[in-house]
């Protein structure tokens, strides 16, 4: 096995922390979507003790934590690539060509699940927005 020079470990070091800026920001995404659900299941625990049901709203928050579902699924999928990707740069295997395609993969998977998490996000935001613009008519129309 051939001596790695302290410029070639450092080089390898400075790769294999890149992805981890991704973790980070997967990381954060985590949290906010584990912040909504906790939000959908606060207000699904509301309507559950009102007579009325509010069957709609419930449809609703049901969709909204199935978007969110995906989202974490997505972002912790998208963290365990990177994982994998960082790890494969660690371990200085990109001199071999299959160990590049496979850090490609990695990577690039990260990429794709963070984007598509975003937009599984962005879908429960919309709903979301809907049914609070839809309380506040209907709030309005019985004053």
Do not use: K, Y
Not at 12 to 34: C, D, E, H, R, Y
Not at 64 to 83: E, P
């Amino acid at each position: 096995m051939a001596a790695i020079d302290l410029n070639g470990a450092a080089h390898v070091v400075q790769l294999a922390l890149t992805p981890i800026f991704l973790l980070t920001g997967v990381a954060s995404l985590l949290n906010v979507f584990s912040t909504r659900l906790g939000r959908v299941a606060d207000r699904v625990a509301g309507l559950r003790h009102d007579p009325g049901m509010h069957r709609v709203q419930l449809r609703r928050l049901r969709l909204r934590s199935r978007f969110l579902d995906a989202a974490v699924l997505l972002a912790s999928l998208a963290g365990g690539l990177t994982c994998a990707a960082a790890l494969t740069l660690f371990v200085g295997a990109l001199r071999n060509a299959a160990a590049a395609t496979l850090l490609f993969w990695l990577f690039g998977g990260a990429v794709v699940c963070s984007t598509l998490a975003l937009l599984a996000f962005s879908g429960e935001t919309i709903i979301s927005g809907r049914t609070v613009r839809e309380q506040t008519e209907d709030g309005g129309a019985g004053s």
